[in-house]
């Protein structure tokens, strides 16, 4: 089945800096790989998405990049405020089950 | 519109005693899945119904996990003999169909097992 790693598990930044996470899959049929934020206590919530047929893919602040060859994608949060402070979940599928990554807490210092 | 609504929010047990999660999905959404996360730990899926197709339930741990999808909707996730270490959050989210649309999760019932 699908696997997925993601990196780091813990993330520590200033406001105004930017933050990366990176995940990697091993199912090289996966096509659609979404991400996830969870505030505390609260449910994930979808964030961006990105399907195997566009390489990256930006909404204002984030933006997520995929190379399939190498079979990892990140995601990238520019100007970071303390409200981006959650766990970041990314996922991968090909089977409409998308199997997780263990998740990045994010801490934005202001 | 209402979001995937979970009962009961919160769910204290003792061990070797059943218990049963709900699950109402979003209205029209033909996909439903069940996850759970322990403490620090992704997301670990559990079963996936799509519309009236038998369920996907190879992520079920162990034979004391069973979950149903009455006439498309509601879902009920059972954890009979409950041992500790099921203590989790359980999410349940649904899709709009089975073509890799964005989960909707619900809020999740913590389970605590004594």
């Known amino acids: 089945g699908e696997n997925v790693e993601q990196h780091p598990s813990t993330l520590s930044v200033q406001e105004g800096d930017s933050a990366v996470i990176k995940c990697t899959y091993s199912?090289?049929?996966?096509?659609?790989f979404p991400w996830y934020k969870q505030e505390l206590g609260k449910r994930p919530q979808l964030i961006i998405d990105?399907?195997?047929?566009?390489g990256e893919k930006k909404d204002q602040r984030i933006a997520v990049t995929l190379n399939k060859t190498a079979k990892h994608f990140s995601l990238h949060i520019t100007e970071t405020q303390p409200e981006d402070s959650a766990v970041y979940f990314c996922?991968?599928?090909?089977?409409?089950?998308?199997?997780f990554g263990r998740g990045t807490s994010l801490i934005v210092h202001p | 519109g209402a979001g995937v609504s979970q009962s009961p929010s919160n769910k204290v047990t003792e061990k070797g005693k059943d218990v049963e999660l709900r699950c109402d999905p979003i209205?029209?959404?033909?996909?439903l899945y069940w996850y759970r996360q322990s403490l620090g730990q992704g997301l670990e899926f559990l079963i996936y119904?799509?519309?009236?197709?038998?369920?996907?339930k190879s992520g079920l741990p162990s034979d004391r996990f069973s979950a149903e999808r009455t006439g498309g909707s509601v879902s009920t996730l059972t954890i009979q003999r409950t041992q500790q270490e099921d203590s989790a959050v359980y999410l349940c989210?649904?899709?709009?169909?089975?073509?890799?649309?964005?989960?909707?999760f619900g809020n999740g019932t913590r389970l605590t097992v004594t």
């Open positions: 996922a991968a599928s090909w089977s409409y089950i998308p199997t």
């Open positions: 199912d090289s049929a996966s096509n659609y």
């Open positions: 990105i399907r195997s047929n566009v």
């Open positions: 209205s029209g959404h033909t996909a």
């Open positions: 119904f799509q519309g009236n197709s038998a369920p996907d």
């Open positions: 989210a649904s899709a709009r169909d089975g073509t890799n649309s964005p989960l909707h």
